[in-house]
Structure formats: C-alpha cells, structure tokens
C-alpha cells in the first residue's frame, strides 16, 4: 500500500517561518513521482500551493507554485531520499490551514490540481496568527 506523511506542521507569527516535509511508504519512489502541497482553509477547498515534477532522465525536476506564494515557498527534493520540502517564509495569516501533501507517478510538467494526484497524506496543520 502506498502512502505518503507530511511533517512539519507547527505555529507561528505572521512573518515567520515552516519547513513541512513529505516521505512515503518504501516501494514508492518519490524521485518518480510527481508531489504537490495543497492547502486547505476551514470552509474552504484545497488550493494548490506548489509542486514539483517527477525527474527527467537527467534528475532534474521543475517547480510550479501559485500566484499568492511565490517567492516566499519553495519546494525542493532530497537528492539522497527523494523526501520533498515546503519551506515557507515570510508566513501570513491567510497561509493558514492544513497542508497535504499528494502524489502522482510520473508527471512532468507538475500542475496543482487536486484531481490529478493520486496518493495524499493526513495533512499537517499551520497556524499563522500572532
């Protein structure tokens, strides 16, 4: 059985900053695998925050993220374990909520639409408040 676990989680003051990680089950790559963290807003759908694509046959991967976070998230990949980071900076209280992470196999480029991923973990929740 595949899975994938988010950590990271925490509380925060606006400004600051979180790193939220995403492992999987052993079995399932996560270098070939595409991974997106989605956030989701009490009363509120999941929105696609960033994602990252499954590597080429060169090892890279290329990143994607909404409008309402660039440059203050970035997502990267462990080149020893394939886990995939979320740093978050310069945190506000509008980024609060629970962060999935989800994965699909094989998908380059990456997109941050819910449907299209096929393993998702528990969520991790972010509190941003002061």
């Known amino acids: 059985q595949v899975y994938v676990v988010e950590s990271g989680g925490g509380s925060v003051q606006p400004g600051g900053s979180l790193r939220l990680s995403c492992r999987a089950s052993?079995?399932?790559?996560?270098?070939?695998?595409?991974i997106s963290w989605f956030r989701q807003a009490p009363g509120k759908n999941r929105e696609g925050m960033a994602c990252?694509?499954?590597?080429?046959?060169?090892?890279?991967?290329?990143?994607d993220y909404a409008d309402a976070v660039k440059g203050r998230f970035t997502i990267t990949r462990d080149a020893d374990t394939g886990t995939v980071h979320l740093q978050m900076t310069g945190l506000k209280p509008e980024d609060a909520g629970v962060y999935y992470c989800?994965?699909?196999?094989?998908?380059?480029?990456?997109?941050?639409?819910?449907?299209?991923?096929?393993?998702w973990g528990q969520g991790t929740q972010v509190t941003v408040s002061s």
């Open positions: 990252l694509s499954s590597s080429d046959n060169r090892g890279m991967s290329f990143a």
């Open positions: 989800a994965a699909r196999q094989v998908m380059r480029p990456c997109v941050l639409y819910a449907y299209e991923y096929d393993f």
């Open positions: 052993s079995g399932f790559s996560l270098f070939n695998s595409a």
